[in-house]
Each structure stands twice: as structure tokens, then as C-alpha cells.
């Protein structure tokens, strides 16, 4: 019988979710829908000293922000809960037992002082101290310790459980994306599976959830790779069937080397959260309140460690999963590039629908909806992000501010007698005639024997306050007659 497609997307909510995390969820979720599988929201949460407020919060909603749906998680529920892995130290404990009864796993007794000093003895000989099959016998543990002894450290609690690793052996896995990946257990520490405060770690948890769960695929960060062939021996002294395994590629920073993070964010003026998140007092700015849409930041996401072999890169998510392959993800990392997101940005942008745009444009502006249908029409081709619309198009609203340099630069007798001339014109309106006004005024300037090169940057000036914006005709009925001829006689009253 052929094995169900189940993936899990696991984080562990020690912060907000990072757009690495975001794509490590994108990545399970397209591998899921493209093999007709389902896609699990597990939240490992076993590192107590770590676990930040308002952290799974922000996962979850970032996800539901993401259209990134989920088919079990802790709040949706499922067959294999809870999802929650700090409600799951009981199945931990049975299972780390096991581990100790089998003789695959032991106590371990050694404080951290010791273990330093072990560290720091073998630095002084130019070596690098590892816990294992080649001094774990000289060490304090159960493997050393027996009859009332080990009963007495057992009952005080003081205690770790390692996994015992096999004596030189080469371990063989296979990743979906590197291919064969061979490690030699003496490079492998005796890993911590169960802690004094009676959690487990991730080695251990997430080995047993992902069997628990029926988990078909682990699909997660390339950070995660040294520790691969650990969990491959831990399948395989639990006797379970080992998932397929595939590490994704990092998120590099834009210039220069290392792993993109919010720092870098901060300096180059972009995002590196799906929403806002709040940490000591300072608000880090996510993609959706910076005006990004979830199907574009998901877009480019998804180009960051994957190929195609077409020439498409603008791609809507069913799209994205009929053509996404694991076949196609790349081993190296790929370089976060802002300026291509925010392409990808305004191409998403130009997907919505006139109506679904005026709406929009109609909240955020506070304009009714017959005037963000016009407003929808003008600016939808240059929008780039659907943020700070109130603040950008301002002057569609309100009569534009003119800077001090801008004035100073059209502070000429044939400016202001231009601007004069313009107003004329416009006065002569009740109602502007769209479909001939710019033949109407190229005519009416022509018999003035002025160049429009002369004027038209005046009158943008005057409607915009800056050399920017809409076709300058399409603004003059917008605004209608009188308002064109009130700005204009305000830009020739400032100057």
C-alpha cells in the first residue's frame, strides 16, 4: 500500500516568522497540493527558556495572511494532535525509555563544568572534544555507573539521556536535493534526546511526531543537514520506515555573504516578516502592512532556491503548484533581491481586478466609490504596492504642497505668463470634453505660438506638485475645469 503525502511545517515559536520560515512553509505546501497529499502546522515549543510571546500568534496569522492553508494544525485540530509538541512530553518520555530498554540511548550524569572542562583539555592538545563511542566510557553516565550509584543519580533527576551512537560506521542518506550525503559516526556527539527539565529535543521530538504523524516528506531548512544522519540512526533503532528527506538552500543577504536577517532588512529598507512585529518597543514593518500582496511575496518565494524551465515568472498559486517540481530546487542559496519583489509586486498589482481595486483605493484614500473608480483607472498602471496611497496620491485629494527648490526653479516671467495662459484656456470649459482636450489645447497653444514643452511641466507642477503621476489629461478631467483652473492660479500665485 502505497504511503500517504504528508508534510508538516514545524517551527518553533522563539520569534516572529521569519520569510526564510515563510518559505520553508511555501515549499512544504506546493510539494503537498502538487502530490494530492496534506500539509501539517506543527509548533515545537519544547525549548521553555526560549519561547517568546505572541510568537505562534504571529506564525499562524502569517500563514492565514500567506493563503498558505493548512490541513491539521493547533487550532484547525486533526487525527494525530496534540500539535502542540509541549503538550506531548508523556509520548517523549515513552519513547526515550524505549531507546534506554533497546540500549540505544543512557543517562548521562555530566555537569556542564566538567563537560567545559573536557572541551577546553582537549583544545589544549589541538583536538576537538566530541561525546561518544571513543570516550563516552571515561565519562559520568549509566554506561559507567551501576548498582546504588546510578539508582541514587537517576532518583536526584540531575540528569540528560543521550542517543548511543554506533561505533565506526559510515551512516548513508539520501536527500531529495543533494542526492547521497555519507557521515561517519565519529564525527556524530552522543546527542542530548531528553533534558533535566523533562522535554526532549528536537532531535528526539521531532523524530517521533514526524513517525506519529504519518510524516511522508521532511521538507526543511539546509541548517538542519549535519544533523540528518542522527535522525536516520534514530529511525532506525526505533525500527521505523524513515521519511524522504530534502534541505532547502538559505535566503542570502543582498550584497555581499551570510544568511539574510532582519538586520538586513533594517539597513537596505525592506521587510524580512510577513506582518508587523513589535520587539522592545521598536515595530519592524511586515510585507502586507508595506503594502505587498501574499501572492507576490509567495511568487517570489518561490523563484528563491527553485527553477523552472520556462521563461514565465509571473505565476498565480495553481499555477505554481502544477509546475513546481523538488526535482527543480537548487543546492546553493539565492540572494534576496527587493527590487525584484517589488516588480513582481506591481505585476500581481495589475492582476487585480478594477473593481477589487477601487475598493481598496476607496478605504484607503477615503474617497467614494465613483471617484476611486476614476482614481483605479489613472494610477493602476504605475501602482507598484498597495500601501501609503492616502499619502502618495495626496494631491488627488487635496491641493499639492510645492517644495522650496521646485518654486525656485519656475520663478520666470514666462512660467507665470504660461500658467496665466493655461488658465484661460481651462476657463473656457463648464464640462472638459475627454476625447478632444489634448487636441483641443495642442491647437489653443499652437495659435499662441507656444511650444508644449514649455508649458506642460507647469501644469503638471501645478495639479501634481512634482514632475510625476497620471497622464496629465486624465488628471484635467478628474479634477474638472475649475479645480484645474484654481491650481493653476495657486502655482502662479507662489511664484
Request: charged share 30%; hydrophobic share 35%; aromatic share 10%.
Amino acid at each position: 500500500m502505497q504511503k500517504k503525502t504528508r508534510l508538516r511545517f514545524a517551527p518553533s515559536p522563539t520569534g516572529p516568522l521569519h520569510i526564510g520560515g515563510l518559505r520553508t512553509a511555501l515549499f512544504n505546501y506546493l510539494i503537498a497540493k502538487k502530490l494530492g497529499g496534506k500539509l501539517i502546522l506543527r509548533v515545537e515549543d519544547t525549548d521553555l527558556g526560549r519561547i517568546i510571546k505572541g510568537s505562534q500568534k504571529h506564525i499562524e496569522e502569517s500563514l492565514e495572511w500567506s493563503g498558505i492553508t493548512l490541513d491539521e494544525s493547533p487550532a484547525k485540530g486533526g487525527s494525530y494532535g496534540p500539535y502542540n509538541q509541549g503538550e506531548r512530553k508523556k509520548i517523549y518520555k515513552q519513547h526515550v525509555d524505549k531507546l534506554i530498554e533497546k540500549g540505544n540511548a543512557y543517562y548521562a550524569f555530566d555537569t556542564k563544568e566538567e563537560l567545559d572542562a573536557h572541551r577546553k583539555n582537549h583544545e589544549l592538545k589541538g583536538k576537538t572534544f566530541i561525546y561518544n563511542s571513543h570516550n563516552r566510557h571515561k565519562l559520568k553516565n549509566s554506561l559507567t555507573l551501576s548498582g546504588k550509584e546510578l539508582e541514587k543519580k537517576i532518583n536526584e533527576g540531575d540528569y540528560v539521556i543521550r542517543f548511543k551512537t554506533d561505533e565506526n560506521r559510515v551512516v548513508d542518506c539520501k536527500d531529495l536535493i543533494r542526492g547521497e550525503v555519507s557521515i561517519s559516526t565519529r564525527e556524530i556527539d552522543d546527542k542530548i534526546l531528553f533534558k533535566s527539565d523533562g522535554m526532549p529535543t528536537y532531535h528526539l521530538a521531532n523524530v517521533v511526531d514526524d513517525h506519529l504523524m504519518k510524516i511522508s516528506h521532511v521538507v526543511r531548512g539546509e541548517e538542519w543537514l549535519p544533523s540528518l544522519a542522527l535522525h536516520v540512526l534514530l529511525y532506525e533503532a526505533f525500527e521505523w520506515e524513515a521519511p524522504l528527506f530534502a534541505h532547502l538552500p538559505l535566503i542570502l543577504k543582498p550584497t555581499g555573504k551570510g544568511k539574510l536577517s532582519k538586520r538586513d532588512g533594517v539597513k537596505f529598507g525592506f521587510p524580512v516578516y510577513p506582518l508587523n512585529w513589535e520587539e522592545s518597543g521598536v515595530v519592524y514593518k511586515g510585507f502586507r502592512e508595506e503594502g505587498y500582496l501574499p501572492e507576490a511575496l509567495k511568487n517570489y518565494l518561490a523563484f528563491l532556491g527553485w527553477s523552472n524551465d520556462k521563461e514565465k515568472e509571473v505565476y498565480k498559486m495553481e499555477d505554481l503548484i502544477n509546475d513546481f517540481d523538488i526535482k527543480n530546487i537548487n543546492k546553493s542559496g539565492a540572494k534576496f533581491d527587493p527590487e525584484k519583489l517589488l516588480w513582481l509586486n506591481s505585476q500581481h498589482v495589475q492582476l487585480i481586478s478594477d473593481e477589487d481595486l477601487s475598493k481598496i483605493i476607496s478605504a484607503q484614500m477615503d474617497v467614494d466609490l465613483k471617484k476611486s473608480i476614476f482614481i483605479t483607472k489613472m494610477i493602476k498602471p504605475r501602482l507598484e504596492k498597495l500601501s501609503g496611497l492616502k499619502d502618495t496620491f495626496n494631491y488627488l485629494i487635496n491641493k499639492p504642497n510645492f517644495d522650496t527648490k521646485t518654486l525656485e526653479k519656475l520663478r520666470n516671467g514666462e512660467v507665470k505668463e504660461n500658467l496665466n495662459i493655461a488658465a484661460d484656456f481651462f476657463s473656457g470649459y463648464t464640462v472638459i470634453d475627454a476625447s478632444n482636450l489634448k487636441q483641443s489645447m495642442f491647437s489653443f497653444l499652437k495659435e499662441k505660438n507656444i511650444k508644449p514643452g514649455k508649458i506642460m511641466p507647469a501644469i503638471r507642477i501645478a495639479l501634481v506638485g512634482k514632475l510625476e503621476g497620471p497622464d496629465l489629461f486624465e488628471l484635467a478631467y478628474f479634477f474638472g475645469a475649475k479645480e484645474v483652473v484654481k491650481r493653476l492660479n495657486n502655482l502662479s500665485s507662489a511664484i
